[in-house]
Protein backbone atom coordinates (compact mmCIF):
# COMPACT_ATOMS: atom_id res chain seq x y z
CA UNK A 1 0.00 0.00 0.00
CA UNK A 2 1.52 3.56 -0.57
CA UNK A 3 2.18 6.06 1.58
CA UNK A 4 -0.09 8.81 1.36
CA UNK A 5 1.55 12.47 2.87
CA UNK A 6 -0.46 13.88 4.99
CA UNK A 7 -1.24 17.72 5.19
CA UNK A 8 -2.07 19.16 8.49
CA UNK A 9 -2.60 22.89 7.26
CA UNK A 10 -4.92 21.93 4.32
CA UNK A 11 -2.34 23.84 2.00
CA UNK A 12 -2.95 22.94 -1.79
CA UNK A 13 0.09 21.72 -3.20
CA UNK A 14 2.59 25.26 -4.38
CA UNK A 15 0.59 27.61 -2.18
CA UNK A 16 1.92 29.17 0.76
CA UNK A 17 0.20 28.57 4.46
CA UNK A 18 -1.35 31.76 5.51
CA UNK A 19 -0.41 33.26 8.51
CA UNK A 20 -2.66 33.66 12.14
CA UNK A 21 -4.74 36.45 12.11
CA UNK A 22 -3.21 39.13 14.80
CA UNK A 23 -4.98 41.76 17.21
CA UNK A 24 -7.95 42.17 15.75
CA UNK A 25 -8.22 40.72 12.64
CA UNK A 26 -7.83 37.61 15.21
CA UNK A 27 -10.75 39.06 17.63
CA UNK A 28 -13.08 39.20 14.19
CA UNK A 29 -12.02 35.64 12.81
CA UNK A 30 -12.96 34.23 16.27
CA UNK A 31 -16.20 35.90 16.87
CA UNK A 32 -17.35 34.72 13.56
CA UNK A 33 -16.51 31.34 14.17
CA UNK A 34 -18.68 31.74 16.86
CA UNK A 35 -21.21 33.61 15.51
CA UNK A 36 -24.19 30.79 14.38
CA UNK A 37 -24.79 30.19 10.55
CA UNK A 38 -28.42 31.46 9.62
CA UNK A 39 -29.87 28.91 7.53
CA UNK A 40 -33.04 30.63 6.36
CA UNK A 41 -33.42 34.05 4.37
CA UNK A 42 -34.21 36.55 6.87
CA UNK A 43 -37.94 36.98 6.17
CA UNK A 44 -38.80 33.24 6.92
CA UNK A 45 -39.43 33.95 10.45
CA UNK A 46 -41.01 37.19 10.22
CA UNK A 47 -43.42 36.34 7.67
CA UNK A 48 -44.01 32.97 9.51
CA UNK A 49 -44.79 34.86 12.85
CA UNK A 50 -47.41 37.50 10.87
CA UNK A 51 -49.14 34.90 9.00
CA UNK A 52 -49.74 32.86 12.46
CA UNK A 53 -50.70 36.05 14.36
CA UNK A 54 -53.16 36.96 11.63
CA UNK A 55 -54.69 33.39 11.63
CA UNK A 56 -55.04 33.80 15.38
CA UNK A 57 -56.70 36.92 14.81
CA UNK A 58 -59.56 36.30 12.15
CA UNK A 59 -60.20 33.42 14.55
CA UNK A 60 -60.72 35.55 17.26
CA UNK A 61 -62.90 37.87 15.54
CA UNK A 62 -65.42 34.77 14.16
CA UNK A 63 -65.12 33.64 18.11
CA UNK A 64 -67.59 36.88 18.42
CA UNK A 65 -69.98 36.25 15.59
CA UNK A 66 -70.84 32.14 16.68
CA UNK A 67 -72.69 32.07 19.34
CA UNK A 68 -70.64 30.00 22.08
CA UNK A 69 -69.51 32.46 24.78
CA UNK A 70 -67.04 29.31 26.13
CA UNK A 71 -65.00 29.52 22.52
CA UNK A 72 -65.03 33.32 22.88
CA UNK A 73 -63.76 33.08 26.58
CA UNK A 74 -60.92 30.86 25.24
CA UNK A 75 -59.77 32.72 22.40
CA UNK A 76 -59.60 36.37 24.36
CA UNK A 77 -57.80 34.26 27.06
CA UNK A 78 -55.56 32.69 24.72
CA UNK A 79 -55.02 36.70 22.81
CA UNK A 80 -54.27 38.18 26.57
CA UNK A 81 -51.85 35.07 27.28
CA UNK A 82 -49.85 35.72 23.37
CA UNK A 83 -49.18 39.63 24.48
CA UNK A 84 -48.42 38.55 28.20
CA UNK A 85 -45.48 36.02 27.02
CA UNK A 86 -44.46 38.97 24.81
CA UNK A 87 -44.26 41.56 26.60
CA UNK A 88 -42.81 39.08 29.04
CA UNK A 89 -39.83 38.03 26.64
CA UNK A 90 -39.19 41.86 25.36
CA UNK A 91 -39.60 43.22 28.98
CA UNK A 92 -38.56 39.87 31.41
CA UNK A 93 -36.02 37.75 31.60
CA UNK A 94 -35.68 36.22 28.29
CA UNK A 95 -34.05 39.91 26.88
CA UNK A 96 -31.50 40.09 29.86
CA UNK A 97 -30.54 36.67 28.59
CA UNK A 98 -30.24 37.00 25.28
CA UNK A 99 -28.13 39.93 25.81
CA UNK A 100 -26.05 37.84 28.57
CA UNK A 101 -25.21 35.68 25.91
CA UNK A 102 -24.07 37.72 23.82
CA UNK A 103 -21.43 39.31 26.16
CA UNK A 104 -20.30 35.59 26.90
CA UNK A 105 -20.03 34.91 23.18
CA UNK A 106 -17.99 38.51 22.81
CA UNK A 107 -15.87 37.46 25.77
CA UNK A 108 -15.08 34.20 24.36
CA UNK A 109 -14.19 35.29 21.12
CA UNK A 110 -11.74 38.02 23.08
CA UNK A 111 -10.06 35.27 25.29
CA UNK A 112 -9.76 32.80 22.42
CA UNK A 113 -7.32 35.24 20.42
CA UNK A 114 -5.54 36.90 23.35
CA UNK A 115 -2.87 34.99 25.21
CA UNK A 116 -0.63 36.15 28.51
CA UNK A 117 2.90 37.18 27.81
CA UNK A 118 5.28 34.56 29.62
CA UNK A 119 8.95 34.55 30.91
CA UNK A 120 10.96 31.36 30.09
CA UNK A 121 14.10 30.89 31.80
CA UNK A 122 16.80 28.30 31.33
CA UNK A 123 19.55 27.71 33.35
CA UNK A 124 22.49 25.02 33.02
CA UNK A 125 24.00 24.16 36.28
CA UNK A 126 27.04 21.83 36.60
CA UNK A 127 26.12 19.42 40.59
CA UNK A 128 28.62 20.26 42.71
CA UNK A 129 28.99 16.08 43.56
CA UNK A 130 28.98 14.30 40.20
CA UNK A 131 30.06 17.38 38.07
CA UNK A 132 27.15 16.66 35.21
CA UNK A 133 25.54 19.59 34.00
CA UNK A 134 21.62 20.15 34.56
CA UNK A 135 19.54 22.32 32.45
CA UNK A 136 16.44 23.76 34.25
CA UNK A 137 13.60 25.55 32.21
CA UNK A 138 11.13 27.60 34.05
CA UNK A 139 8.21 29.19 32.28
CA UNK A 140 5.68 31.37 34.45
CA UNK A 141 3.85 34.52 34.00
CA UNK A 142 5.57 37.79 32.88
CA UNK A 143 5.52 40.59 35.48
CA UNK A 144 6.17 43.91 34.83
CA UNK A 145 9.35 45.26 36.89
CA UNK A 146 8.09 47.65 39.64
CA UNK A 147 8.55 51.19 38.93
CA UNK A 148 10.72 53.73 41.43
CA UNK A 149 8.65 57.19 41.86
Keep these: MPEVAVNPVNVAP ?17 AAALTPAQHLPWWILPGLATL ?19 LRTQMFTGALTLA ?6 FFGSSAGS ?7 ARSTAALAVS ?3 VTTVTRTETAPD ?7 TTTAPATTPPTTG
Excluded: N, R, W
Excluded at 14 to 30: H, R, V, W, Y
Excluded at 84 to 89: D, I, L, N, R, V
Excluded at 98 to 104: L, R
Excluded at 130 to 136: A, E, L, Q
Design 98 to 104: QKKDDQI
Design 115 to 117: TPP
Design 52 to 70: LLLIFAGALVASCYIGDTT
Design 84 to 89: TGAAGY
Design 130 to 136: SGVPTTT
Design 14 to 30: GEAPQKPATGSDALTTA
